[in-house]
């Protein structure tokens, strides 16, 4: 390989504008892995570079490792650094974390106000790969909830939940019940995508878990939807699968006691996979109708 000379070097913005342009817009390892100085540590002929490692909230140094499991990688993009420490070593989540997510939550006296404390929360790593926080879209005023599981892409670019494909059918599913997005609150259980789409670990799930719950309790719909199990699972305290829970009414106790109607379903991106089960979330959609129109 030539060495490029120093001066005809793509700058670094040009060279991510390159990479975002032809649509890698993706980290596929959690921590970075520095090119530069695995060329140089390469037999003699490679271009030697000095690069000073990246430090800071979006990329501290961290040893690498060659392969990496699907896994491996949530666990361990769990445990990388959610807060910088002044000297410039990362912290890690641990129930700290946690106890400060669950203590912003409870302060927050409006939706506005839970808004700007997640978007200042630095305790989960997934906000560190995340383009936006995907807080809500909808009307808070409106009878009915509904809770997913995470931003995907689409939703990460655009900061709102529900804006891709299976957005798409939720909109669907919502108007043959009467109901949009003029109607009806829709928000995640985790506000941050998850790299790539992968599962959101337990702990993860654990750190955001106040928000979502303080979310509810403020918008205090007269009826909960748990779009998929990890909704369902997180929000209504059970362990049992989707296909069980789904079309049976179940009660979301808020930390103040209210109780709220909440009723689990398939999740619209199952759906999408899985279209044969569409006819049973319709089932769900019309238990929703049925005991909105009961609650009057
Ligand atoms: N899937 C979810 O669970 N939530 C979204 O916002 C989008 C896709």
């Not at 909808?138 to 931003?151: R, S």
């Not at 403020?218 to 909704?231: F, M």
Request: hydrophobic share 40%; aromatic share 4%.
């Amino acid at each position: 390989m030539t060495a490029v000379p120093r001066d005809n070097r793509p700058d670094i913005a040009d060279l991510l504008t390159f990479y975002a342009s032809a649509g890698v817009d993706e980290a596929l390892e959690d921590e970075p892995v520095n090119r530069f100085a695995e060329a140089a540590s390469k037999p003699p002929g490679r271009a030697p570079a000095t690069v000073t490692p990246p430090t800071g909230e979006k990329g501290a140094a961290l040893p690498r490792s060659t392969s990496v499991s699907r896994a491996e990688m949530g666990e361990r993009q769990a445990a990388a650094p959610a807060v910088r420490a002044p000297s410039g070593t990362a912290t890690v989540p641990d129930e700290a974390q946690a106890a400060l997510a669950r203590q912003l939550a409870m302060t927050a006296a409006t939706l506005e106000e839970l808004r700007q404390h997640m978007a200042a929360f630095d305790g989960c790593n997934l906000k560190y790969t995340a383009k936006n926080l995907v807080f809500a879209d909808g009307n808070p005023n409106a009878a009915v909830m509904l809770v997913g599981e995470a931003p995907g892409r689409d939703e990460d670019i655009e900061g709102l939940p529900f804006v891709g494909r299976s957005g798409r059918l939720l909109d669907r599913m919502l108007a043959a019940i009467g109901l949009d997005r003029t109607s009806a609150y829709i928000a995640n259980v985790i506000p941050w995508r998850p790299p790539g789409n992968r599962t959101p670990t337990p702990h993860e799930t654990e750190i955001c878990r106040p928000f979502i719950e303080r979310q509810i309790e403020l918008v205090n719909p007269k009826v909960l939807v748990n779009l998929g199990g990890p909704s369902a699972k997180t929000l209504l305290n059970t362990t049992e699968g989707i296909l069980r829970l789904r079309g049976n009414w179940r009660v979301h106790t808020t930390a103040s006691g209210i109780a709220i109607p909440a009723m689990p379903t398939l999740h619209p991106a199952y759906l999408l996979r899985t279209p044969a089960h569409k006819k049973l979330a319709w089932r769900d959609f019309l238990e929703v109708k049925a005991k909105l129109r009961a609650l009057g």
